[in-house]
């Protein structure tokens, strides 16, 4: 009968793997994960020195948030040791995890039958040194699903890039992650056809001290291929955007109706927060997106005046809903939403349907959570809806304010106005529902 196994403590897998060495034909399934104890590298020793013809998962992923820096520099040592995978060895292995080993280049050989990669820090020996030699060993996985590749592109020992015009395509591939200095991704996914995949995750790791503010904007654009490439087309297909603004790592989320792409900025040291620089970021890799829906998280007040929105919302006219849940005024960014776009050059003459109309001419809903209520924000609104209709843009189907005030003394008073103003804003969509809490 098979085995499945799945240690949860090292110290289990180092008494239990010496007793299973005799039935170690049996064993189907192996798994030992968080291995972050000094146990480790005898764990892996004992592990790889097993033959195990009828195991088709193998998982020893070290956990890198106990004790091991996420950052891109090549460990000396790598806690796990050598791995020498063969098909010899694993005739039937179909799923890899490993995190912290040192590949042989005979592993390339069991690699043609993997359904699942994950590669965490591990590097390669011999020949196995370039992009170009990571390239032809993906090549020969005609069935990968899955491919997980983190600070395995910054630990190739050759950084010469592959040569411009190789590009592998692996037909089957469902979902990828990298994580790794953004050049190098990007690099990477110059060289990867991937038209059909269904999970996209890039993580761009900044490890180097870049002063208490990272450049999130270029950071952002140099992780992946220019969205105009014949690389990603997702992108042309995207239909819709979250900026996830928060203090530690900035990210954004686009869909398409059978694609999800995630980017994400880590610093190991500095906060990230930036939500200009997210909202610039959404608005260059997405700009021949066809978005209709945009959802934005984050510290409101980081955006002054109404030009960052006002340039954001301007190449999105086919936005129809639009979210917006965090802290800070939105009064800039409702004033910008009665402006009309700011073109410049050969954008200038595009985009005939909106002409001098306001941004965002198909918009339908509205809907703010947490943001904050502050005076003349319901006139700014009134005064908004007044201009699109003046304009002949079909009124708003729905607009859901939800509020939040910083002072106990003024929610009587955001009450008061809002209540006042109700009726008129009302009149100018389809359903306004608003409410306003306290978070003093």
Same mark, same amino acid.
């Given at each position: 009968?098979?085995?499945?196994?799945?240690?949860?403590?090292?110290?289990?897998?180092?008494?239990?793997?010496?007793?299973?060495?005799?039935?170690?034909?049996?064993?189907?399934?192996?798994?030992?994960?968080?291995?972050?104890?000094?146990?480790?590298?005898?764990?892996?020793?004992?592990?790889?020195?097993?033959?195990?013809?009828?195991?088709?998962?193998?998982?020893?992923?070290?956990?890198?948030?106990?004790?091991?820096?996420?950052?891109?520099?090549?460990?000396?040592?790598?806690?796990?040791?050598?791995?020498?995978?063969?098909?010899?060895?694993?005739?039937?292995?179909?799923?890899?995890?490993?995190?912290?080993?040192?590949?042989?280049?005979?592993?390339?050989?069991?690699?043609?039958?993997?359904?699942?990669?994950?590669?965490?820090?591990?590097?390669?020996?011999?020949?196995?040194?370039?992009?170009?030699?990571?390239?032809?060993?993906?090549?020969?996985?005609?069935?990968?699903?899955?491919?997980?590749?983190?600070?395995?592109?910054?630990?190739?020992?050759?950084?010469?890039?592959?040569?411009?015009?190789?590009?592998?395509?692996?037909?089957?591939?469902?979902?990828?992650?990298?994580?790794?200095?953004?050049?190098?991704?990007?690099?990477?996914?110059?060289?990867?056809?991937?038209?059909?995949?269904?999970?996209?995750?890039?993580?761009?790791?900044?490890?180097?001290?870049?002063?208490?503010?990272?450049?999130?904007?270029?950071?952002?654009?140099?992780?992946?291929?220019?969205?105009?490439?014949?690389?990603?087309?997702?992108?042309?297909?995207?239909?819709?955007?979250?900026?996830?603004?928060?203090?530690?790592?900035?990210? !954004?989320?686009? &869909? $398409?109706?059978?694609?999800?792409?995630? #980017?994400?900025? =880590?610093?190991?040291?500095?906060? +990230?927060? *930036?939500?200009?620089?997210?909202?610039?970021?959404?608005?260059?890799?997405?700009?021949?997106?066809?978005?209709?829906?945009?959802?934005?998280?984050?510290?409101?007040?980081?955006?002054?005046?109404?030009?960052?929105?006002?340039?954001?919302?301007?190449?999105?006219?086919?936005?129809?809903?639009?979210?917006?849940?965090?802290?800070?005024?939105?009064?800039?960014?409702?004033?910008?939403?009665?402006?009309?776009?700011?073109?410049?050059?050969?954008?200038?003459?595009?985009?005939?349907?909106?002409?001098?109309?306001?941004?965002?001419?198909?918009?339908?809903?509205?809907?703010?959570?947490?943001?904050?209520?502050?005076?003349?924000?319901?006139?700014?609104?009134?005064?908004? !809806?007044?201009? &699109? $209709?003046?304009?002949?843009?079909?009124? #708003?189907?729905? =607009?859901?304010?939800?509020?939040? +005030?910083? *002072?106990?003394?003024?929610?009587?008073?955001?009450?008061?106005?809002?209540?006042?103003?109700?009726?008129?804003?009302?009149?100018?969509?389809?359903?306004?529902?608003?409410?306003?809490?306290?978070?003093?």
């Amino acid at each position: 009968m098979p085995l499945e196994l799945v240690f949860t403590r090292t110290a289990y897998a180092n008494v239990a793997l010496p007793i299973l060495v005799a039935e170690s034909l049996r064993i189907r399934s192996l798994t030992v994960p968080d291995m972050n104890t000094p146990q480790f590298a005898q764990t892996a020793l004992t592990v790889l020195e097993l033959d195990l013809p009828a195991a088709v998962e193998l998982d020893m992923l070290y956990d890198h948030s106990s004790g091991l820096n996420y950052s891109a520099s090549r460990p000396e040592s790598p806690p796990g040791g050598h791995a020498k995978i063969t098909s010899e060895r694993y005739p039937s292995l179909r799923i890899i995890r490993l995190s912290n080993f040192i590949l042989h280049s005979a592993s390339a050989s069991i690699y043609p039958q993997l359904e699942r990669l994950d590669l965490r820090f591990c590097s390669f020996d011999g020949h196995l040194t370039s992009l170009n030699n990571l390239l032809d060993v993906l090549a020969g996985c005609p069935n990968l699903v899955e491919l997980q590749l983190h600070f395995v592109l910054s630990m190739l020992v050759d950084g010469s890039p592959a040569p411009e015009t190789r590009t592998i395509a692996p037909s089957k591939l469902q979902k990828l992650v990298l994580r790794d200095v953004p050049t190098l991704t990007r690099r990477f996914l110059s060289h990867v056809s991937i038209p059909t995949i269904t999970t996209l995750r890039v993580t761009g790791a900044i490890n180097h001290p870049a002063g208490p503010l990272v450049d999130v904007y270029n950071t952002f654009i140099s992780m992946v291929p220019l969205p105009n490439s014949r690389h990603l087309p997702i992108f042309s297909s995207l239909t819709k955007g979250t900026i996830q603004n928060w203090q530690e790592s900035p990210r !954004l989320q686009m &869909r $398409s109706p059978t694609t999800k792409l995630t #980017l994400k900025v =880590l610093h190991d040291t500095y906060q +990230c927060s *930036d939500l200009p620089a997210c909202l610039a970021a959404l608005r260059t890799l997405c700009a021949q997106s066809p978005l209709t829906t945009l959802d934005i998280h984050g510290e409101f007040d980081e955006v002054k005046g109404t030009l960052p929105w006002l340039e954001l919302f301007g190449v999105f006219s086919s936005l129809e809903t639009l979210y917006v849940t965090g802290k800070g005024s939105i009064l800039s960014m409702v004033c910008a939403l009665g402006l009309t776009p700011v073109r410049t050059g050969a954008d200038a003459d595009t985009d005939a349907e909106s002409d001098d109309k306001p941004v965002c001419p198909r918009l339908r809903m509205l809907d703010t959570t947490y943001v904050y209520w502050e005076r003349g924000l319901a006139e700014t609104i009134i005064g908004v !809806l007044r201009l &699109r $209709s003046s304009y002949g843009l079909p009124q #708003l189907e729905k =607009l859901d304010m939800g509020l939040t +005030c910083t *002072d106990e003394g003024e929610v009587d008073e955001g009450d008061k106005t809002m209540e006042r103003y109700a009726a008129e804003i009302s009149s100018h969509v389809g359903r306004f529902d608003w409410g306003i809490d306290g978070s003093y």
